[in-house]
């Protein structure tokens, strides 16, 4: 006779298996038991849940399982972030569909073992005033609607080693200023931005990559940004009935904004972004020096020529232009 082939899956590192399992969902995970004495316990030290629902039928089992007796609460969604969290996370993202207000446990805002921290809400959520990542490097916020109620800045500046930030299709519901400020941060992504009646102001030395998409600010006030490398530069404006004191506002503050990347070495702008600086010719002269300016991208349909002619001039030192 034969012998019964090795079975050299069985045989690995528990390492390896949990990686194996991490990637399949939870359900599928536990049916392995059924293998062998091995698997009989590998699934219920897997690093990874993964749940998911189809529909509520599903998520009201998912509740019993989990010791509800009723629809999805706060008081619930708190209670399994404080969970997660008591078992020193490193990684979190959470999604967050409801219908209110949800009030982040100050379990979650004061972690000390997160190290990425992704965050979806809708409508919008409030931050606890106590907070501190000391952790954390890598925050990133969707369709999260700030508030002055809600907001305390310690978010960005009680986080000692954040070095990524990205915020996408977040909005600011009658805030007059929103501040990000950081001294560790290298990179920051701001997409589908709407910061039309908000002045944003953004302190970050250390910054590396900056990616602004989005509607102009009211105002920006930003600090000098000396070790930056890489903008990426798309401004939407309020073209149609836009009056033309309205379209010189736009380009003062987009000549203000322009200011703050002097250092940059890689720079992609858009062509209405050139566009508004060519309104007035006050806005062209007061182009920052790009003397570390060695590409240069633009985007868009491109037809500002005198704009893209006085931004050509301040960087000396351009050795590539692509359009």
Known sequence: MSEAPEDRITNLPGSIL??????????????TCVLSKRWKYIWRSIPTLHFQCQSSSQSQKFSLFISTNGPLN???????????????VEELNLRLNHRDLVLMPESLCT???LVTLTLSSSPNICFPKNISFPRLESLGLTQVEFRDECWYEQLFSNCPVLESLLMVSCTWSDMKSFCISNPALKHLIIVNADFRNCAL?????????LSYIGRVAKDYILSSFPTLVKAYIKFFFEEDGAMWEQMIDYGAVVSKFLQALAHVANLRISGPTLQVLSIADGLLNNLPSFHNLRKLSLIDEVTA???????????PNLESVRI
């Open 201 to 209: 102001k953004i302190h970050a030395p250390r910054l590396e990559i």
């Open 305 to 315: 020529d005198k704009a893209l002619i006085a931004l050509l001039e301040t960087a």
């Open 111 to 113: 972690c000390e073992s």
């Open 74 to 88: 706060e008081p619930w969604i708190k209670n399994w972030i404080s969970t997660v969290i008591s078992h020193n």
């Open 18 to 31: 949990h990686h194996i399992l991490s990637f399949v969902e939870t359900r599928d995970a536990a049916r």
